[in-house]
């Protein structure tokens, strides 16, 4: 049997062609997106990670969060200082009518925290950063910034967070 150059060069071309029609299908957000990923892409963008001391993974650590509220996250990163000042949280939630109700739920936290009696306690800086703060909702995912009293830093972790997803 004789070797087919044309052949051959033909089928070559032909999985070429395959291969690189294959490699340019984009991947679902939620394939390579989770929690922790989000939260640290919102870190690098937001700076400041210096000031954060723990992380957790429950639900029951974030204040914002009531016991139904609970239940609604599928799964949570919370990295925040000793104050729960400067703090990060990236949820998943079941659902897009779970995330909706956590999305309101951020937004009543931060009113909360910007009216509060407990702020006396704190510096002027340090109720800037809760002024300042950012929430939001994509898709199933709601997050909460205060990582600087700046609102355009918090700002930008809430874009490069979008961008993730």
């Known amino acids: 049997m004789k070797f087919r150059w044309k052949q051959f060069s033909c089928f070559v071309l032909a999985v070429a062609l395959l291969v690189s029609a294959f490699s340019q299908i984009p991947v679902k957000a ?6 922790k990923s989000l939260c640290n892409t919102a870190l690098k963008a937001t700076g ?3 000031k954060l001391k723990y992380m957790s993974s429950s639900s029951s650590d974030f204040g ?5 509220d609970r239940k609604k996250v599928k799964s949570i990163q919370y990295v925040f200082d000793t104050k729960e000042v400067y703090s990060l949280c990236v949820m998943e939630a079941s659902n897009t009518s779970d995330a909706k109700a956590l999305a309101s739920v951020l937004k009543n936290y931060k009113k909360r ?3 509060s009696d407990y702020l006396s306690d704190y ?4 109720k800037k950063v809760f002024k300042n703060a950012v929430y939001g909702r994509k898709g199933n ?5 205060s990582m600087s009293s700046d609102k ?6 809430q874009t490069a967070l979008k ?3």
């Open 48 to 50: 400041n990670s210096s």
């Open 123 to 126: 510096s002027s800086t340090e």
């Open 30 to 35: 939620g394939s390579t997106v989770s929690c």
């Open 163 to 165: 961008k993730k997803l």
């Open 64 to 68: 914002a969060l009531s016991y139904s």
């Open 152 to 157: 355009s830093k918090n700002k930008k972790g």
């Open 113 to 115: 925290n910007c009216k």
């Open 141 to 145: 995912y709601v997050w909460y910034i």
